[in-house]
């Protein structure tokens, strides 16, 4: 899909999209584990459920979300594998995810021209 393609989407315009590849919305949620609890219990507790209901009953689909906060080992961690084990899952997410598939939380990619996951520069709001 071509920028300008993802670039009208996220404007809202639901035109010229491209033929659905999958049934899943799949996305990764990424923040540092410590500071956003908070924000990431929020977004467990009251955002995610809506989301997957939406889905499911507007379009059929199935949502899933991976949150690595609960899916490193301690074996990982004391391996320093966990980078590798997320970058595993952003892959899996991406490969399987008929849309969008990566949420950001916190200043992991502060506005200042970092490269998101896809190598797209995340918005500011």
């Known amino acids: ?5 993802v ?27 410590t500071d956003t609890t908070m924000e990431r219990n929020t977004l467990m507790a009251q955002c995610y459920p809506k989301l997957k209901d939406f889905c499911r009953e507007k379009h059929g689909l199935e949502f899933q979300v991976v949150d690595m906060r ?14 590798e084990l997320c970058m595993r899952e952003i892959a899996n997410c ?11 939380s916190g200043s992991l990619f502060p506005c200042n021209g970092l490269k998101a996951p896809g190598g797209r520069t995340p918005r500011c709001f």
């Open 94 to 104: 991406q490969r399987l995810s008929m849309g969008p598939n990566f949420v950001v």
């Open 7 to 33: 670039d009208l989407i996220f404007a809202g315009s639901l035109q010229s999209l491209p033929p659905v590849s999958s049934k899943i919305v799949r996305i990764f949620t990424s923040s540092t584990f």
């Open 70 to 83: 609960w899916g490193v080992r301690d074996e990982a961690t004391d391996d320093h594998m966990t980078t």
């Open 1 to 5: 899909m071509d920028d300008r393609t």
